[in-house]
């Protein structure tokens, strides 16, 4: 799992369609559906088909604390 598939998966997430989540990135579609699939494969769970469901809402929110601590300023 790396960083970049979270934030594509949370662009997603809130995005009318993949068309403009693929806008805030600058990618392809298919770079960004294949980032996707990889991340669901890992994750063992099709992140894309189960958009409405109740374990896909408690992913996602994972998917963005995860997301918000790796984007964080490290302070030692």
Not at 34 to 56: C, F, G, H
Not at 65 to 76: L, V
């Amino acid at each position: 799992m790396t960083l970049q598939q979270l934030r594509y998966v949370t662009a997603v997430a809130g995005a009318d369609t993949i068309s403009h989540a693929v806008q805030q990135f600058y990618i392809s579609q298919p770079s960004l559906t294949n980032a996707i699939r990889e991340l669901e494969q890992e994750v063992r769970l099709a992140l894309s088909k189960t958009a409405s469901s109740v374990v896909s809402r408690t992913l996602l929110e994972y998917l963005r604390s995860t997301r918000q601590q790796k984007d964080a300023p490290q302070i030692k």
